[in-house]
């Protein structure tokens, strides 16, 4: 015969629930919930905030990313140069990257830390990572007088400031490539791609020499 299993004698310890302990459950949630409610805002800021700063700056400069046309052609503009080349607001790192896989040694310099560090992973995985560099920086106190390649992505506005920049501080051999919104005053040695995706390059020795051209026409004025 079988037999029915004894019920347990030893009953669970389960207390009832008293009315101060339904008070202290309150209060316990009445700390949780502002304090995840809070964090979860200061996760949210910090992460936005770096996205939004750039655009309340004098040179309004957010976060728009090349399009892959746009680095064909930066690519194309390239071709046959050697040098370290820079990307002046450098992004989510795309421009430097490509340029690393065609053989440049590449630095990018941007001011949102996020952009940066999410740049140096991507490198990471793309395996580039020997061949990049990227720093946080604000591209206004960074001198980029070492570089014989240099790309911007900007807009109209920073355009000018930016020219007189790079004419003062490039060597002779640098060549600048401008994605987009062109430089105002100099003239570009070569130009290719259509609508958004076009882009402009400018050799040093031509914008020196329209400076030094530009300065001896002051002079002159000035003299005579
Ligand atoms: C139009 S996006 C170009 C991104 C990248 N070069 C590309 O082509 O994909 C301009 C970048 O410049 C950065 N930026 C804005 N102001 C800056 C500053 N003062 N110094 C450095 N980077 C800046 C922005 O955060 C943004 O990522």
Known sequence: ??????????????????????????????ILLPGIAGGTLVALYSVAIPFIVPALRKHCLPFVPATSKQIENVLIMLKGRNGILVDI???DGRIVIAAAKVGFKAVGYELNPWLVWYSRYRAWREGVHQDVNFYISDLWKVSFSQYTNVVIFGVPQMMLQLEKKLGDELQQDARVIACRFPFPHWRPNHSFGEGIDTVWAYDSKSFRMKKENDAA????????
């Not at 026409?217 to 005579?224: A, E, P, R, T």
């Open 217 to 224: 026409i002051v002079k002159g004025i000035l003299s005579s």
């Open 1 to 30: 015969m079988s037999k029915i299993p004894a019920e347990s004698s030893v009953a669970p310890d389960i207390k009832p629930l008293t009315i101060a302990d339904e008070d202290s459950n309150k209060r316990n949630w009445g």
């Open 89 to 91: 607001g450098s992004g």
